[in-house]
């Protein structure tokens, strides 16, 4: 039977009690650098026992009894600690209320919180239900209602201040409530809803609200509200490892250990010590558990590389990638196509093969701003065409994700060639932020307009990889596709395949995985527990067809109606290739760009042989649209009647 200990707060006496029979009790949340409750002292005498009173004598005033990580669990004991960790969940999800206890005051009443919540209880709502058509111009419109938005942020800004926000102990316990309570150095308890946080941001967002976006309000989006989505359960549960990249831990190991309970996914063992171990057995438990997402994820670039003496598994995100690969996936939860099992790294499980996967050219990285990480879609892909024609009806048949028709994937071909040389020069003096693509007529704007709003799903996957632009065959079709990697990508027997990867919106990422040496050029490889297959990447999401109309005419996936699953077995510590591939850093990764990438010197020399290519390809647009308009007035002539027409 499980045990802790409560603090009696009139008294300051330390009981344990049964995890069963527990008495009503308030679960205190608070980061140890406050130094509240600091356990070298008599409680009575610590600094946060007057926040405590205050909430006994205003709020709880029948609960006698309060759990505080640094009194409750020996500090000195490492078997204590041992058995308390995995118990997190218990215990801060069966607290009446997790009351968050700051040093900073919060200069905020109850009342005028309440009076902003019931304004805005219409946007709130209108996230909820995602009613943007509906009711979204009169929040974006009306300078009433934008000012309600704005007053609501500005409530929301002061409870990211607390250093509170920034640590991953404090996040689970977040996550974990039932319900919260603040009370900063102003001794005001303030209760303020989970679905407050969570919806005001979002409705700023979607609205582009421009005056509650970027500056103060940065840290609600990278701080809070997505800890209040996490909490609110609008996530998957494992998916709270994607809010660690503003989080920090002074022992990197409760990186993991100080998600377990909140991610749903608790080992049992916790004095393991380095951070890549602790993830790797999180890791293969939460896939043991149901959670096969966690096998099928996008690969990432590491800012900074794991040490050359830790080996690389092909199938594994990395320790510091982990939550981007998940944020990027976009995956909420993927159920697999058969039994799965994983030893030592290596993933067990069922899938079906798709086709032989070529490399045909390398696309390179998704264009970033340096400063706020804003991504730039269009000129990623006009630079992607590289003012190629046939590699821009390509690049235009891949990224519309089989929604377009032959003549809508020309048209967006000729916006991406025609705006090559002005997003090149765009990029050469950092003005990303101000370009516009430009059009020669509404048609091609209303096409491209819609193909940015496809990228907003479809490119989100690619954030943190390189792409190589690729071709799926297989007897009944060719498809073009884009792959994923972390790395270059060597020549090699390359096939894909599909584990069930499938987002909400019903289209699939493959998974491209590399035959060993000596395997058969057309002979789909087999792998086993002891020489399993190595993973190189995925493809962006695409739709699967067996209809090869669809296939030729959409430039879908084609796969046959009875294509038979098969075992896989990827990745882990048995991979020939991982065991002999050290990871590599995003630098070096763009150093080897050629051609494609941007990311060169931006000489006056270079910006001046740009401008000059710009112009004489305006010069070619303009001669075609003054010969076209000329053949337009000659046809209007014969038309009506005229057979000669004299100036």
Same mark, same amino acid.
């Given at each position: ?9 009139q008294?300051?006496?330390i009981?344990?009690?049964?995890l069963?029979s ?12 406050d130094n ?11 600094p ?5 009173d ?6 709880y005033?029948n609960?006698?009894y309060?759990? $505080? *990580?640094?009194?409750?669990? *020996? ?10 960790? %995995? ?7 069966s ?9 900073? %005051?919060?200069?905020?009443s ?7 919540t ?24 009306s300078?009433?209602?934008?000012k309600l938005l ?6 929301i ?5 607390p ?8 996040m689970q316990?977040f ?17 303020v ?6 919806? $005001? ?7 582009a ?11 609600i ?7 209040a ?13 994607e ?24 080992l ?9 171990k ?6 293969e ?16 670039i ?11 598994n ?14 990027n ?7 697999p196509?058969?039994p ?6 290596t ?11 070529n490399?045909?050219?390398r696309?390179?990285? $998704? ?11 269009d000129?990623t892909l ?5 003012n190629?024609w046939?590699?821009a009806?390509?690049?235009a048949?891949?990224?519309?994700a089989g929604?377009?028709r032959?003549?809508q ?21 950092h003005r ?17 307009? *819609?193909?940015?709003t ?8 690619m ?5 190589f ?8 079709a060719?498809?073009?596709a ?7 990508i %060597?020549k ?5 395949? *599909?584990?069930g ?59 046959g %109606? ?6 896989f ?10 065991s ?24 006056a ?13 305006m ?6 649209v ?12 014969r ?9």
């Amino acid at each position: 039977m499980a045990y802790t200990r409560l603090v009696h707060l009139q008294s300051g006496r330390i009981e344990q009690h049964s995890l069963n029979s527990m008495p009503p009790y308030v679960a205190v949340s608070h980061t140890w650098g406050d130094n509240l409750f600091n356990s070298q002292l008599p409680f009575r005498e610590t600094p946060g026992r007057k926040a405590l009173d205050t909430i006994s004598t205003t709020e709880y005033r029948n609960i006698k009894y309060y759990w $505080i *990580d640094t009194l409750c669990i *020996d500090q000195s004991d490492p078997m204590d600690k041992q058995r308390q960790i %995995p118990l997190m969940g218990d215990i801060y999800g069966s607290a009446e209320v997790v009351s968050i206890v700051t040093k900073i %005051p919060f200069g905020l009443s109850q009342t005028y919180i309440d009076s902003i919540t019931t304004a805005v209880q219409d946007a709130i709502e209108m996230s909820m239900n995602e009613t943007w058509l509906e009711n979204g111009n009169k929040w974006r419109q009306s300078e009433k209602h934008r000012k309600l938005l704005k007053q609501a942020m500005d409530i929301i800004e002061v409870f990211t201040r607390p250093v509170w926000c920034t640590r991953v102990w404090t996040m689970q316990e977040f996550i974990l409530a039932k319900r919260t309570l603040w009370i900063g150095s102003d001794l005001q308890p303030l209760r303020v809803e989970e679905i407050f946080f969570q919806a $005001i941001p979002d409705v700023c967002d979607n609205l582009a609200i421009e005056e509650c976006l970027g500056g103060k309000y940065r840290r609600i989006y990278s701080h809070l509200a997505g800890m209040a989505g996490a909490h609110l359960k609008m996530i998957e549960p494992t998916r709270v490892l994607e809010l660690l990249g503003n989080k920090k831990a002074t022992i990197p190991e409760d990186e993991v250990y100080g998600l377990m309970a909140a991610s749903g996914v608790v080992l049992k063992q916790t004095n393991i010590v380095g951070k890549g171990k602790v993830w790797k057995l999180w890791w293969e438990e939460a896939i043991r558990t149901g959670h096969f997402r966690w096998a099928v994820l996008p690969p990432s670039i590491p800012d900074i590389p794991e040490p050359l003496h830790v080996q690389r598994n092909c199938i594994m995100p990395s320790f510091s990638t982990r939550h981007l690969a998940s944020l990027n996936s976009v995956l909420d939860s993927v159920q697999p196509l058969g039994p799965v099992s994983v030893q030592n790294g290596t993933v067990s499980m069922m899938g079906r093969s798709v086709g032989r996967c070529n490399i045909i050219q390398r696309l390179g990285r $998704i264009e970033l701003d340096q400063t706020d990480g804003t991504v730039y879609r269009d000129i990623t892909l006009i630079l992607f065409s590289a003012n190629n024609w046939q590699l821009a009806l390509r690049i235009a048949a891949v990224f519309g994700a089989g929604r377009y028709r032959p003549k809508q994937r020309a048209i967006i071909a000729q916006v991406l060639v025609i705006n090559f040389y002005r997003a090149k020069l765009a990029v050469l003096q950092h003005r990303e932020r101000a370009f516009r693509p430009r059009f020669r007529n509404q048609l091609q704007a209303t096409i491209w307009s *819609d193909f940015m709003t496809v990228q907003m799903a479809f490119m989100c996957v690619m954030n943190d990889a390189i792409a190589f632009l690729a071709d799926i065959r297989n007897g009944l079709a060719v498809t073009e596709a884009v792959v994923l990697t972390d790395r270059e990508i %060597p020549k090699g027997n390359f096939w894909a395949i *599909d584990l069930g990867a499938t987002n909400q919106s019903e289209k699939t990422m493959l998974t491209v995985i590399q035959a060993p040496s000596g395997t058969q050029a057309e002979a789909l490889p087999l792998s086993s527990s002891d020489v399993p297959l190595h993973r190189i990447g995925v493809t962006t999401y695409a739709q699967l067809t067996s209809s090869l109309k669809h296939a030729l005419y959409y430039s879908r996936h084609m796969i046959g %109606p009875r294509e038979p699953l098969q075992q896989f077995c990827i990745g882990g510590d048995a991979c020939p290739i991982c065991s002999n591939t050290p990871y590599v850093k995003s630098t070096d990764i763009s150093a080897v760009d050629e051609g494609n990438s941007v990311e060169h010197k931006c000489s006056a020399e270079l910006i001046q042989n740009t401008k000059l290519k710009m112009r004489r390809q305006m010069k070619m647009i303009l001669v075609r649209v003054r010969a076209q308009r000329k053949a337009e007035y000659r046809k209007l002539l014969r038309r009506i009647g005229v057979k000669r027409f004299e100036r």
